[in-house]
């Protein structure tokens, strides 16, 4: 089951899941994961992460707005965590199914090309 490359899937948009389908197969996962920059597998392989350190608490608040307009957009939202006032983390999966779908790759992608503050190094 080849789900495209990245570059395939940020032209894509998410389709409703409600079940019934398998997740991604884990091989493919992981192909998708080294295009996908930052993003990683939980270690219960059901989700993709990827964290972040952003300049200053407002350039959270600016980016969770951000992806919050995609996730609606897409029909297909993330779990959003933010700690310390600067570091963000988000993490997908597809409820239904219990893993990952085509919807969760296709958001990581689209997630990535949002403008982000991070903090200087």
């Known amino acids: 089951m080849s789900i495209g490359t990245i570059e395939e899937l ?3 948009k998410c ?8 997740p991604v197969p884990r091989e493919e996962t992981e192909r998708l994961l080294k295009d996908l920059s930052g993003w990683e597998l939980t270690e219960d392989g059901q989700r993709i992460r990827r ?11 600016d980016f ?3 992806v919050a307009e995609l996730a609606e957009d897409e029909g297909h939202h993330p779990d959003l965590h933010l700690v310390g006032y600067r570091s963000v983390t988000i993490e997908l999966w597809t ?7 085509e919807n ?4 990581a ?11 200087d190094t």
């Open 109 to 119: 992608a689209k997630i990535d090309e949002l403008p982000i503050e991070l903090k």
């Open 10 to 12: 940020k032209t894509k």
């Open 95 to 101: 409820h239904a199914i219990g893993g990952l779908s």
């Open 64 to 66: 969770f707005n951000r």
């Open 15 to 22: 389709q409703p899941c409600e079940g019934g389908v398998p």
């Open 51 to 61: 964290e972040w350190t952003v300049k200053h608490f407002m350039a959270a608040m």
């Open 104 to 107: 969760d790759f296709i958001t």
